[in-house]
């Protein structure tokens, strides 16, 4: 077929040889290492045949911008799981995401048995406030159907100018007939740093860090300005999927006074790059803990890999995902971009987190860990609940609910839940931060007389 249609081919030679000019003197050909100019000639050329034999013969009409799109999704995604060429809304969907912000309805769907599901709306957002719920399945938005459609465009719907309103058809369980429910778009930030504190422990300072945007060193260091009496810190990485380099070296520049944090090493000399710490304003006393797991990294893999390498940090959970590369986006025209790796990460052991990952110090898997109450005495925080209840029934004038500070009573159906605060409950249903905060209280005991 190739060689039957040599003559159509003719009128792409031109550009093949164009091309193959550009090319080349973009990259000069290295004779041991990459193709020779003829080589590359020869390949420009099949391509250009190959796809006039494509847009001729093939059964459906196909033109030859749209057969290059196809290939060069296809070359990327054949280079590595993290190389792509991105179209408009790719790149778009990647400023939107790095930079914290969009405009929208603040709530995270996925498809579940074929159904639109919120998975959660997000604190604070317009569909919070609005009424939307987790498992709420999304019948139509506005006046489209969701039933065979996927969350890309399901997402896209939603998204829009802030100040504008949509419809949300949802069907709820235990509900007689689909609600509707009116949202007003807004711009939602991302919040990627998530500080807590545990019951019991005020020297403790808890922080979830779900993403590395751009805002994650300035929110930790006011999480820690806000927390002032912090002896130990446990930051849980665990399912961070990474995100931007200069938040994961910042964040451990925050510990580390010396050394080199993370190097990265690619063919291009200019790639070749070390990332050091600095002596200012770094604090190489309290002692820290890191929870990772299967879905933390890149980013969040720089972080936990540095600190370990240091010494500066116990890392608990289960290893790491080991994705350990390094991705720059190269814009191609305005609204199109390719995301190419050009370079790999290496801790400052000179350990490559590619495909191995980072190695938690104590292993320890999801899950709960069992225990019961004494069955005799009350701590003394229950007790006074207790008692409160019991004055309550006594006077039979007043509810227990209604008595002043009953927030937290099991008798009480209006219980008042703490977001920032993780209870003793919530330590023994999380195995991994339970062993984290045993850890931290240990260190802490341990830094106690040194100066």
């Known amino acids: 077929m190739i060689q039957k249609s040599r003559k159509i081919m003719a009128a792409g030679f031109l550009s093949a040889l164009t091309a193959a000019y550009l090319f080349g003197s973009f990259a000069q050909a290295q004779e041991t290492k990459e193709s020779t100019a003829k080589e590359k000639l020869e390949a420009y050329i099949k391509f250009t045949q190959i796809l006039n034999v494509i847009e001729k013969e093939y059964v459906d009409d196909v033109n030859t911008t749209t057969l290059v799109y196809k290939a060069l999704k296809g070359l990327m995604s054949n280079l590595d799981a993290h190389s792509a060429y991105m179209d408009k809304k790719s790149y778009k969907d990647l400023t939107v995401q790095t930079k914290g912000e969009f405009g929208g309805l603040g709530i995270s769907v996925g498809m579940k048995d074929g159904a639109l599901t919120v998975i959660a709306p997000l604190e604070g957002t317009p569909a919070m406030k609005a009424g939307v719920k987790a498992g709420d399945i999304i019948l139509k938005i506005d006046d489209k159907a969701t039933i065979g459609m996927n969350i890309d465009e399901a997402v896209k719907l939603m ?63 006011k999480a820690i300005a806000e927390h002032n009496n912090t002896e130990g810190i446990i930051f849980d990485l665990r399912n961070n ?27 291009v000399k200019y790639e070749t790059v070390e990332y050091k710490a600095h002596k200012e304003n770094t604090d190489t006393k309290t002692p820290l803990v890191v929870l990772v797991n299967g879905g933390s990294a890149s980013a969040s893999e720089i972080v936990s890999g540095a600190l370990q390498d240091f010494n500066r940090s116990v890392t608990i959970g289960e290893k790491t995902f080991g994705k350990g590369s390094v991705q720059i986006v190269l814009p191609v025209g305005k609204e199109e971009a390719l995301k190419l790796t050009v370079a790999r990460y290496y801790l400052p052991s000179g ?41 309550a029934k006594v006077d039979g004038n007043t509810t227990a609910c209604d008595l002043p500070d009953n927030n937290s009573s099991a008798e009480c159906n209006t219980t008042k839940l703490d977001k920032n605060l993780i209870t003793e409950k919530m330590l023994y249903n999380d195995a991994q931060l339970k062993s984290a905060v045993d850890i931290i209280k240990a260190l802490i005991i341990t830094q106690k007389g040194k100066h």
């Open 241 to 267: 999927p990474g995100g931007l380099l200069d938040q994961a070296t910042g964040l451990v520049d925050m510990f580390v006074d010396h050394g080199i944090i993370v190097s990265q090493k690619g063919k």
């Open 351 to 391: 350990r490559t987190i590619q495909n191995k990952g980072v190695t938690p110090d104590i292993i320890v898997h999801p899950g709960k860990i069992d225990y019961s109450d004494d069955p005799i005495f009350l701590k003394e925080k229950d007790l006074k609940e207790h008692l409160k209840v019991e004055l």
């Open 159 to 221: 998204r829009g100018k802030p100040g504008t309103d949509i419809v949300l058809t949802i069907v709820r369980k235990k509900e007689p007939k689909p609600l509707k429910i009116k949202i007003t778009r807004d711009i939602i930030k991302i919040d990627s740093v998530y500080p807590k504190k545990i019951e019991g422990m005020d020297d403790v300072l808890y922080l979830h860090i779900a993403s590395f945007d751009q805002k994650v060193v300035e929110s930790v260091k």
